[in-house]
C-alpha cells in the first residue's frame, strides 16, 4: 500500500532524534515524520522521475538544494505501517563531483546515508549504467537495483538475467516497467526489507589487481582513517577518493564533519598524514 505525503497519518519517527538526522538537515530534510529516508538515483533518461512518481503519486514537493540552484523533489509513501520519505537525487552518469549534480548526489548518499539508495538503470543500457552502479556500491551496502524498462530490451531482442546481475553486483536486482506501475510492489517490498535490515547486501567492489602499490595505498589510508574515524561506514571509498585528490574529501577530514558519520561520536583526532593524499607512482 503506498499514500502520498497529503494523505499520510502523523506520527513521530525515531530518525527525528537519531545522529545521523542532524546531517539530513544540513542537506535540506527534515525527518520528523518519517521512519526511512530512500534515495533515488540513477543516469538521466532511465525513467526515475516514472519510478518517483510510481512510488509517490504525482504529489510532491520542489525545492532546491541548500545552497545551490538545482531542483530537488521529495515525496512519501505508506507501506507496513512504516512511513518513508523518498529523494530524487539529480540524474548523473557518476559521483566523481565534476560537476554540481554529481557533488549533490555524492554528497546526500555518503553524508545523508539514506537507509537505502534505489538505483534506477536502464535495462537496454547496461555498460553504462553500471558505472554510476558500482561507484554507488562503493559507497553504501544498503542498494537497490531497479532494472527498469524491460519492455524496451524485449523489445529490442535483449535478455536481462536480473538474478545473475543480482549475483554479480551483490545487491538486490528488481525487473520493472514502472510506466505501467509493473515491478513496483516487488520495489518497494525489497526496499522495505534493506531498511528494516532484514536484507542485508554484500556489494561487490571493485578490486585493482595490477597495481601493488596503489592496493597498498589504499590498504595504509584505510587502517588510517578507520583509526581516526572508528565505525566509519565507507572508508575504503574515502581513501579512494583522497588518492584521487577529492578536494571535498580532504576538506571533510580537516574539519572533522566526516567523523560525524562514525558510529561512536567521538570528536577525532586529524593525523596530519591524512591532511594531503598522494597517488602511488
Not at 500500500?1 to 539530513?24: F, G, I
Not at 518513508?84 to 555524492?106: F, M, N, Q
Not at 554510476?132 to 531497479?146: C, G, M, R, Y
Not at 519492455?151 to 505501467?180: F, N
Amino acid at each position: 500500500m503506498t499514500m502520498t505525503l497529503d494523505t499520510l497519518p502523523q506520527s513521530k519517527s525515531a530518525c527525528a532524534t537519531c545522529p545521523m538526522n542532524r546531517h539530513l538537515e544540513r542537506l535540506g530534510l527534515k525527518m520528523d515524520n518519517w521512519d526511512y529516508v530512500i534515495a533515488l538515483a540513477g543516469n538521466p533518461n532511465t525513467g526515475k522521475s516514472t519510478v518517483f512518481n510510481a512510488l509517490t503519486g504525482l504529489r510532491q514537493h520542489t525545492g532546491n538544494w541548500p545552497g545551490k540552484t538545482v531542483a530537488r523533489a521529495e515525496g512519501g509513501f505508506l507501506y507496513n505501517d512504516k512511513r518513508y520519505k523518498l529523494v530524487d537525487l539529480p540524474g548523473t552518469y557518476s559521483l566523481l563531483a565534476a560537476s554540481v549534480d554529481e557533488e549533490i548526489a555524492r554528497d546526500f548518499i555518503l553524508f545523508g546515508q539514506p537507509d537505502v539508495t534505489v538505483i534506477v538503470v536502464d535495462a537496454t543500457r547496461l555498460e553504462r549504467n553500471l558505472n554510476l552502479v558500482l561507484q554507488i556500491l562503493e559507497i553504501t551496502d544498503k542498494a537497490v537495483v531497479a532494472l527498469n524498462l524491460m519492455d524496451e530490451a524485449e523489445r529490442h531482442g535483449l535478455t536481462v538475467d536480473e538474478r545473475r546481475l543480482a549475483r554479480d553486483l551483490g545487491v538486490p536486482v528488481v525487473p520493472m516497467v514502472a510506466r505501467r506501475n509493473e515491478g513496483v510492489s516487488d520495489l518497494l517490498h525489497v526496499v522495505s526489507d534493506v531498511a528494516a535490515g532484514k536484507l542485508v547486501a554484500r556489494p561487490h567492489r571493485l578490486q585493482s589487481t595490477q597495481n601493488q602499490a596503489l592496493n597498498k595505498a589504499v590498504d595504509q589510508l584505510v587502517q588510517q582513517i578507520e583509526a581516526t574515524f572508528p565505525g566509519l561506514p565507507n572508508a575504503r571509498w574515502v581513501a579512494l577518493r583522497l588518492l584521487d585528490g577529492d578536494s571535498q574529501i580532504e576538506q571533510a577530514i580537516r574539519d572533522g564533519s566526516l567523523g560525524d558519520l562514525s558510529r561512536d561520536g567521538n570528536e577525532p583526532a586529524i593525523p596530519e598524514k591524512l591532511m594531503v593524499a598522494e597517488v602511488p607512482a
